[in-house]
């Protein structure tokens, strides 16, 4: 039986949080079928975010100690495997051209193929700015879109984001028949495309995998985003941990409350910048048409759709008193059930 390691990279905000969800939900079926999806101890979600945060060897809110090892543990059960395997994370896409060859070489026996799915760029941008702040940065989006404009190597957002550069890097000794790029449709197509082009490319009969997945990683309004970026400023000053804010702030304020609000506008790319990320997208493509890589998709899904011409443009970094106040006493809320739900400590009794 042939043995292949589909590397799905990225992009980060493609749908990755669902495709890993709907994996793990049905990995019991599809090991029925010689794929694997395999998970720690604890089958979670997220469980190849270590593993990745291992190869990358970056320090993600303050997780990196415990990430220690997670990358040989995976390629372990990697090989113990027949068939099919499939590891997903975002965050591998950012890897060095060394970091890419050590995954090779841990990996060597299997026939490797590398999956990036891709946005476009309007989405991908503001996107990008409400994770940024989800993970304790406090950019405000005008400064956030000064910097993605330098087009400077040296930033998150391109080594994630930055196509051509993500696949050269991560391709580097793969014939371009095993470089597969998924492109992310535009808004109003089914809602099962994306799914159906990730299957395509791992060789998944959709029937394989019939348990849906909730999971999604929703982005905030500008509201909302703007709330949460001027707390982490006020959380820093106070010296709050990396790690006390992720659970506080990204999962229990943000994922299960703040993001399912639908009261503020959504932050969008300006209008100014349009004529930019048309420029950069006509690059992709012209590199993605020469290089020979498997498309799966349609590459004119990476173009930006521009907004209507009498549709006006509002600053998430002004969002207005009203809807910040909103905001701001769901968040409060939110934190005084929190607070009542713990337990009183012993010592204050």
Not at 90 to 95: D, M, N, R, T
Not at 221 to 235: D, Q, S
Not at 333 to 349: Q, S, Y
């Amino acid at each position: 039986m042939r043995r292949r390691v589909y590397l799905h990279i990225g992009a980060p905000k493609t749908g990755t949080s669902y495709l890993q969800d709907r994996l793990r939900l049905n990995r019991g079926e599809l090991a029925a079928h010689h794929v694997h999806y395999p998970l720690g101890p604890l089958g979670l979600p997220s469980s190849h975010f270590k593993p990745a945060l291992d190869l990358i060897d970056r320090d993600w809110g303050g997780a990196r100690a415990d990430a220690e090892g997670a990358w040989p543990a995976l390629v372990r059960r990697v090989r113990r495997l027949q068939g099919t395997v499939l590891v997903s994370h975002e965050i591998l896409a950012p890897a060095t051209p060394e970091q890419v060859a050590r995954a090779m070489r841990d990996l060597r026996g299997r026939e490797v193929h590398v999956v990036y799915s891709a946005r476009d760029l309007a989405r991908q941008v503001p996107a990008a700015w409400q994770e940024s702040v989800k993970q304790y940065q406090t950019l405000s989006y005008k400064r956030f879109l000064d910097r993605v404009r330098t087009q400077s190597p040296d930033l998150w957002f391109w080594q994630a984001q930055g196509l051509p550069d993500v696949l050269t890097r991560w391709g580097a000794d793969l014939p371009p028949e095993r470089i597969h790029l998924v492109t992310v449709p535009q808004y109003g197509a089914p809602a099962d495309l994306l799914w159906h082009r990730f299957c395509e490319v791992f060789g998944i009969d959709p029937a394989w995998a019939p348990k849906d997945s909730p999971r999604g990683n929703t982005s905030m309004g500008g509201a909302e985003t703007t709330l949460v970026r001027r707390l982490n400023k006020l959380l820093h000053r106070r010296g709050v941990s990396s790690t006390d804010h992720h659970a506080l702030v990204t999962e229990l304020l943000v994922h299960q409350h703040l993001a399912r609000r639908t009261r503020s506008d959504r932050a969008t790319l300006p209008p100014r910048m349009f004529g930019w990320a048309e420029e950069i997208t006509g690059q992709w493509i012209d590199w993605v048409r020469g290089s020979g890589i498997d498309v799966v998709g349609d590459l004119e899904e990476l173009r930006p759709v521009r907004p209507a011409e009498d549709l006006e443009w509002h600053s998430p970094d002004r969002p207005g008193r009203a809807p910040l106040l909103d905001a701001a006493v769901d968040a409060l809320a939110v934190m005084v059930l929190e607070a009542a739900r713990r337990p009183e400590p012993r010592g204050d009794r």
